[in-house]
């Protein structure tokens, strides 16, 4: 069965932190750049950060840059969205997803290219 779970949101405070996990199914992991999208209310789903299979190269997207930062772990099959500084505009439900990609250094940030999908997990900031 694939499986993308994520945890670890929460309601936080400006300027504090949260890590985000994603476990993942081995079937779906090995070979997949991932990635963490966010929707806020009444918006669009929109891409945070990306992480190519081999973990040596990064994305994200400017309004995240230099506070957020994904890692993966492939023996845990995990991957990790630590967000600091945060803002009350970071206030989404954040999903991961994976996408297989046949080069290990690849980065995808196309929502359409990635192709199974986590459940979401609510992230509030308070100011």
């Known amino acids: 069965q694939v499986q993308l779970v994520e945890s670890g949101g929460g309601l936080e405070q400006a300027g504090g932190s949260l890590r985000l996990s994603c476990a993942a199914s081995?079937?779906?992991?090995?070979?997949?750049?991932m990635g963490w999208f966010r929707q806020a209310a009444g918006k669009e789903r929109e891409f945070v950060a990306g992480?190519?299979?081999?973990?040596?190269?990064?994305y994200y997207a400017d309004s995240v840059k230099g506070r957020f930062t994904i890692s993966r772990d492939n023996a845990k099959n995990t991957v990790y969205l630590q967000m600091n500084s945060l803002k009350p505009e970071d206030t989404a439900v954040y999903y991961c997803?994976?996408?297989?990609?046949?080069?290990?250094?690849?980065?995808?940030?196309?929502?359409?290219?990635?192709?199974?999908w986590g459940q979401g997990t609510q992230v509030t900031v308070s100011s």
């Open positions: 997803a994976a996408a297989f990609v046949t080069r290990p250094a690849v980065v995808v940030t196309a929502r359409y290219e990635y192709e199974y």
């Open positions: 081995l079937r779906i992991f090995s070979g997949t750049a």
């Open positions: 992480i190519s299979w081999s973990g040596g190269n990064t």
